[in-house]
T-cell receptor, first 111, second 117 residues
């Protein structure tokens, strides 16, 4: 699976959009980009995933660059409950059995 | 609709004892995954099981660790002769049967925090 690079930490004001970047310059054509988050040592929670096109669901939006070498997770209106560690994961699917979690980005939403 | 359940939530063992961690998948899920998270690190894959079968154990330490998912009952992660370095949070995830052309989301449990004294 391709390696990902994320900033170790970010702050965001409550109510503002949180934009979390992820670099995956060695991504292959059949690898997807997934985002999970882990709130204060709870089990990770799936957020969103995509291959080429931008994706949106009730939690977030995922913007993938045209060359697919990077992506951005957008939380449109961050709340205090969005404070968590966010993991960007790249893997082939279907096929891979496991998720590879790096160190992620620790997002702190500030009142 | 209960999520993935893990017990115990906290487990304390002395060096040399055995630790047994249990995971009950979500209803309708027949695939179980175990991950370990050391302090200040991301989760690391350990093993992937289906009912009565180990599919991928590439992340399991070669000694002292074993996992099973019997036909009836929860999945068990067993650590024999625990050492201080086994202290970590152990997370279980479950998913539906894998389809050839879709992503089967892994749903995670709350974890078991093992402390080895």
């Amino acid at each position: 699976d391709a390696k990902t690079t994320q900033p170790p930490s970010m702050d965001c004001a409550e109510g503002r959009a949180a934009n979390l970047p992820c670099n995956h310059s060695t991504i292959s054509g059949n690898e997807y980009v997934y985002w999970y988050r882990q709130i204060h040592s709870q089990g990770p929670q799936y957020i969103i995933h995509g291959l080429k096109n931008n994706e949106t669901n009730e939690m977030a939006s995922l913007i993938i660059t045209e060359d697919r070498k990077s992506s951005t997770l957008i939380l449109p209106h961050a709340t205090l409950r969005d404070t968590a560690v966010y993991y960007c994961i790249v893997r082939v699917d279907p096929g891979a059995n496991n998720l590879f979690f790096g160190t992620g980005t620790r997002l702190t939403v500030i009142p | 609709n209960a999520g993935v359940m893990q017990n115990p939530r906290h487990l304390v063992r002395r060096r040399g004892q055995e630790a047994r961690l249990r995971c009950s998948p979500m209803k309708g899920h027949s695939h179980v995954y175990w991950y370990r998270q050391l302090p200040e690190e991301g989760l690391k894959f350990m093993v992937y099981l289906q009912k009565e079968n180990i599919i991928d154990e590439s992340g399991m330490p070669k000694e002292r660790f074993s996992a099973e998912f019997p036909k009836e009952g929860p999945s068990i992660l067993r650590i024999q002769q625990v050492v201080r370095g086994d202290s970590a949070a152990y997370f279980c995830a479950s998913s539906r049967p894998r389809l050839a052309s879709s992503y089967n989301e892994q749903f995670f449990g709350p974890g078991t925090r093992l402390t080895v004294l």
